[in-house]
């Protein structure tokens, strides 16, 4: 396919920066350069489709890691590998090389890099995946823009280990936490919502798998597990079209107590994939839509980030979902 270009390069160290008259997948290389931009509101990411976000601090950089629609106007999945962005105030940005692919997992049958969580221990940090029905893997870096390769070379989790689910695409979405204890956790599930322990080398499974049951859960998938002023919150994709809700309980593995909607339908995209996180003493709320005009929609999707704020009994306030987005981190 042929683009026609209106740039302005500047070349930098390893910095190209590109004022372009049509859409730009920038599917990166490791022999290609960073790519620097600037947010302009929601969505954050506007030169290429972005879905399925997870965050992670390091220092005074929030990590981005996001899922990759390849495509506008799609009508279903077309998901080749992932993504990993950075700032230090959430105004600018910078992408890396794609650091991990579906084909990096020699196991997967599918061909289809679903969402998924990277966090950091022991001075590497560890990439779970999802895939279409293979089951969950696991990569590892020593950065955490990567590359990353695959840790095991086979699933960490299948849908045998999802013992409560008939159907094959319900061993999905990961999220991880280590808990103040030292305790690494793993969520997970599409219909159910499962967890267990990993050992402290974060590549296997401790103990056995169970699942989360509370009255009033309608889990559909993509838990997001976070802590906040002693409470632990289990947030989820709830219903079809989807939208986020949440519970509370005092101990990670519960019981749970349903607190409601935390995030409305999007509208224009029918999942609803997020992440919670503090940075730089402020919390977000990161997701994503069908906002880019005119090809977004629900299989070609874009990563937005709105705040998030606490009542004082510790409940969360709904989320509002904004085209102004952020305007940066306090100094």
Sequence with gaps: MKYRFLCLVWICSLT????????????????????????????????????DPAALVVGDTLWL???????????????????????????????????????????????????????SRNGKYYWYISTDGSGIGVAVADRPQGPYKDAIGKPLLTNADCFASKHYWTCIDPSVMIDADGQ???????GVCYYAKLKSNMIEIDGKVNK??????????????????GNY???????????????????????????????????????????????????YFVYHNGGIERDGNSFS?????????????????????????????KK
């Design 301 to 329: 999707r874009s990563v937005c980030i709105d705040r998030l704020y606490y009542n004082r009994d510790g409940t969360m306030k709904r989320v509002h979902m904004t085209t102004e987005g952020v305007q940066g981190t």
């Design 65 to 119: 890691f996001t899922g990759h629609d390849q495509a506008g106007g799609q009508s279903g999945y077309k998901m080749k590998d992932w993504c990993v962005f950075s700032t230090t105030d959430l105004q600018n940005w910078t992408e890396y090389p794609t650091p991990l692919k579906i084909t990096d997992f020699s196991w997967d049958h599918t061909g289809k890099a679903y969402a998924s969580q990277a966090i």
């Design 233 to 283: 919150y289990l947030s989820y994709a709830s219903g079809l079209p989807e939208k986020t809700a949440y519970a509370m309980a005092k101990k990670i593995d519960g019981p749970y107590q349903y607190k409601g909607i935390l995030n409305e339908l999007a509208g224009n995209c029918g999942s609803n994939h997020h992440a919670i996180i503090e940075f730089k003493s402020q919390w």
């Design 184 to 190: 690494a956790w793993l969520f997970w599930g599409n």
């Design 212 to 229: 989360i049951d509370f009255q009033g859960i309608k889990f559909e998938e993509a838990p997001w597990i976070h802590q906040y002023k």
């Design 16 to 51: 190209v920066v590109c004022l372009c008259s049509s859409k730009v997948s920038f599917a990166q290389t490791d022999n290609e350069p960073l790519f620097h931009f600037k947010s302009t509101g929601n969505p954050v990411i506007k030169h290429k489709f972005t879905a």
